[in-house]
């Protein structure tokens, strides 16, 4: 068996840091798809309950030591973390691991700069700290959590990386021309 | 225009693929008559008021969706889910 060499979606990436904004790689862990079975909820919130977590609903975030189980469809979540035992016979359950890439979006104003490129409302009141939503980030589908005030995380599918970072990174320079601008 | 998912809530009409008319969910029997394939495949009414068609959300939850809309005052008057409907398959 040859030896491969593991890549990361955003390997010799620096943060970028600009308009008072940070955008940076966000370095996953496994991640695993848990799609509920018809009439699996209840087994699967039996194998959760004792990790403290449950099953997310449409928006949802379930967090707890070091698992974070997010909503990302109809009886579907996806799973950040080491697969618990238990889950068999009430879920599907993938190997996501690798599929995806995260960024991160921080700074005063994150909101703002997401904004112009999600035509849903990311303001604090319609998106409030601890949700998730599935939508279009330009034209790329995306999973998008709201981790504090202003702070996001942002995962698109791994083929899609370079451009998603290549997207934020022109709205953070935009950003940044505007302001001694508007000072 | 928007839409509101069940699931997302309002969103962009660009989230979204069309797909038809609800008759695609009424599929024939495979032994059924000529006829009943022929309306299934090719026949649709093109009302002036309300209609009922197929919805994919494609960049949110891919769900599909039954959109209620009134072809006359462009009024989107329900969105369902598909697999929320009275005898889906689960
Ligand atoms: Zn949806």
Same mark, same amino acid.
Do not use: P, S
């Given at each position: 068996m040859p030896e491969l060499i593991a890549k990361g979606p955003f390997d010799g990436v620096e943060p970028l840091v600009m308009a008072g904004l940070t955008l940076a790689p966000v370095e996953d862990g496994p991640i695993w798809s848990i799609a509920l079975l018809p009439g699996g909820a209840k087994a699967a919130a039996k194998a959760l309950k004792p990790l403290g977590l449950a099953f997310p609903g449409p928006g949802g975030i379930s967090e707890k030591a070091g698992l974070r189980l997010v909503w990302t469809g109809r009886d579907q979540a996806f799973l950040f973390g080491d697969l618990p035992a238990g889950l068999e016979g009430a879920a599907v359950v993938t190997d996501q691991s690798g599929g995806w890439a995260g960024v991160t979006l921080t700074g005063p104003g994150a909101a703002r700069a997401l904004g112009r490129l999600v035509a849903?409302?990311?303001r604090l009141a319609a998106f409030p700290v601890g949700g998730v939503v599935r939508t279009g980030l330009n034209h790329m589908s995306a999973v998008i959590l709201r981790t504090g005030e202003d702070a996001f995380e942002i995962r698109v599918f791994r083929s899609m990386a370079r451009t998603c970072w290549h997207e934020l990174a022109e709205v953070l320079r935009h950003l940044g021309a505007r302001a001694p601008l508007s000072a | 225009m928007r839409l509101t998912c069940p699931l997302c809530g309002p969103r962009d009409r660009r989230e979204f693929y069309y797909y038809g !008319?609800?008759?695609?969910?009424n599929r024939p029997d495979a032994g059924a008559p000529g006829s009943a394939w022929d309306d299934y495949l090719h026949n649709r009414d093109n009302p002036a008021g309300m209609t009922r068609d197929l919805w994919y959300h494609e960049q949110g939850c891919a769900q599909w969706l039954i959109v209620t809309r009134? =072809? %006359? =005052?462009? !009024? %989107?008057t329900a969105v369902d889910l598909v697999a929320g409907r009275q005898g889906a398959a689960t």
């Open positions: 849903v409302d990311v | !008319a609800e008759d695609y969910l009134n =072809t %006359v =005052t462009h !009024a %989107v």
